[in-house]
């Protein structure tokens, strides 16, 4: 699909759809394949845009370079080119409106648990059809396919259209969500800073795909290592995409922090709230448990072992995704899946009362004296409408805000090795010698 061709009524390549949806809340399609009739296609109405409108009406995406490349077309994949009337269905349920979710890395470890998960309708609801695309690359395309084969396996009633495809251009057209994974892995003898500039070629490129072809209000979560400066850098070519949708994955972190918080205190996980992790997704992260609480106390109450709150514990967080690596030979994929639905669910629920959760976001205007202009992690809470606001009233003691400070001059330090990319000039890298991954040791 060409870019000058781009309608809001047009879909997979086996279906393109031109009907007038202005006066239906959605349309069902009257193609009756011989497939189980699980499996539909709904179009969503548009407000106000009529898909009789000639394309010259027809809002376009800001002017953009747009890989022509005819090859790197987005494919529907298998049972979920085919199409079924919802009519029937509509009788006993109602569905909401499709969304459109764009997942890159998609043959990787990580998206082989998500995706499942977000088929599953536990991320979004039961009543919430999605389509997913997923974006590879020529070395992992036969991968791509075998994860497309297994979402047709799995018969999800939700999953109403799976896209494979190796040009992010077509993969992120229209997407209400990116989940950007896919990053080059850190490899022996490679400094941090040729990981900076290899994956941040891989995000800037994507983050101008962002720009051009999804959707205005797009929420992206970005993943892959180092994603703090990879989410800064993504975001920077995105201009036209506020800022604030943008956000690092440290959710994980938190989970990390909860866990050994609960085990300390003999308590069970569920009864840890309050963790903020601040800072970068590496190891000079700062896990807070100055505000954390168990059982809606204060963990300082709870557990009175100071040493061990400012030292073991904070280093076991800090590294554990090491650890891991240590025993698995590969970096966390399970619990990040899992870390990233927790992510979204608390962007498209209520936060609870008191609660926060965290997340690497944008800096602008913080009430904690944290530089501007970096992604950061921070406290957040949601009124579960896709958007969020900084949790104000934390209070930082002398051992946060001297680690903080550390995490903060190496998001600096890494935003400086990464100004080309971020149109900022030429880059200057001097990073810390402590600067690591959690993954590494
Ligand atoms: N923020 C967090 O909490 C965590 C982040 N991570 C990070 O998530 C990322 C993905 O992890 P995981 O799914 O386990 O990794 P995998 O190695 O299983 O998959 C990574 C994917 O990245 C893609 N990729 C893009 N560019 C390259 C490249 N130059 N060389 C090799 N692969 C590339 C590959 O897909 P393709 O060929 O299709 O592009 C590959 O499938 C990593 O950066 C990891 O460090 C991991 C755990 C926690
Ligand atoms: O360092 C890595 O690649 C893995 C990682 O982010 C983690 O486990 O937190």
Redesign the pocket.
């Known amino acids: 699909m060409a870019l000058a061709e781009f309608s809001p009524c047009s879909y997979s390549r086996s279906q393109t759809l031109t009907s007038n949806l202005s006066s239906a809340r959605s349309i069902a399609i009257d193609v009756h394949l011989f497939h189980r009739p699980r499996f539909s296609l709904r179009l969503r109405r548009q407000p106000n845009i009529s898909c009789s409108v000639a394309p010259s009406q027809i809002q376009s995406p800001p002017p953009t370079v747009r890989p022509a490349d005819a090859a790197n077309k987005r494919e529907c994949y298998g049972v979920f080119c085919t199409t079924y009337d919802l009519r029937e269905d509509d009788k006993t349920k109602s569905w909401k409106s499709l969304i459109s979710i764009a997942v890159?890395?998609?043959?990787?470890?990580?998206?082989n648990h998500l995706l499942f998960k977000l088929a599953s309708g536990e991320v979004f609801g039961p009543d919430q059809p999605i389509s997913l695309r997923l974006?590879?690359?020529e070395?992992?395309y036969q991968?791509?396919e075998g994860v497309a084969m297994e979402l047709e396996d799995s018969l999800y009633p939700l999953l109403r259209e799976v896209s494979i495809g190796v040009n992010p251009y077509d993969i992120f057209e229209d997407a209400e969500w990116a989940l950007l994974?896919?990053?080059?892995?850190r490899g022996p003898g490679m400094e941090r800073a040729g990981l900076l500039d290899?994956?941040g070629q891989?995000f800037a490129e994507q983050g101008k795909a962002l720009n051009a072809v999804a959707s205005r209000t797009v929420k992206v979560i970005v993943?892959?290592?180092p994603?703090n400066t990879n989410a800064l850098i993504c975001l920077k070519n995105a201009p036209n995409i506020p800022a604030k949708n943008f956000h690092?994955?440290?959710?994980?972190?938190e989970n990390r922090a909860k866990c050994q918080l609960a085990l300390k205190a003999g308590v069970f996980y569920d009864k840890v709230s309050n963790v903020t992790i601040w800072g970068n997704?590496s190891t000079t992260q700062v896990p807070d448990f100055l505000n954390a609480k168990i059982n809606g106390i204060p963990v300082k109450e709870v557990i009175t072992d100071t040493k061990w709150l400012e030292q073991e514990f904070t280093e076991r967080v800090q590294k554990r995704?090491g650890v891991l690596i240590q025993k698995w030979g590969?970096?966390?994929?399970a619990s990040?899946s899992v870390?990233i639905v927790d992510g979204i669910r608390s962007l498209v629920t209520p936060t609870p009362e008191g609660d926060w959760f965290s997340s690497g976001v944008y800096t602008n205007g913080n009430p904690y004296g944290i530089a501007e202009d970096i992604v950061f992690s921070m406290p957040c809470r949601s009124k579960g409408d896709g958007d969020y606001e900084l949790v104000k009233n934390v209070e930082i003691d002398d051992f946060l805000r001297e680690r903080i400070k550390k995490t903060e001059a190496e998001l600096l330090a890494e935003k400086r090795c990464v100004a080309h990319l971020t149109g900022e000039g030429n880059a200057f890298c001097d990073l810390p010698e402590d600067t690591m991954?959690?993954?590494e040791l």
């Open positions: 890159s890395g998609a043959a990787g470890m990580i998206s974006l590879g690359s070395r992992s991968a791509l994974i896919g990053a080059k892995p290899i994956n891989i993943v892959g290592n994603c690092a994955l440290t959710r994980l972190d997704h995704g590969r970096s966390s994929a990040t870390s991954l959690p993954g």
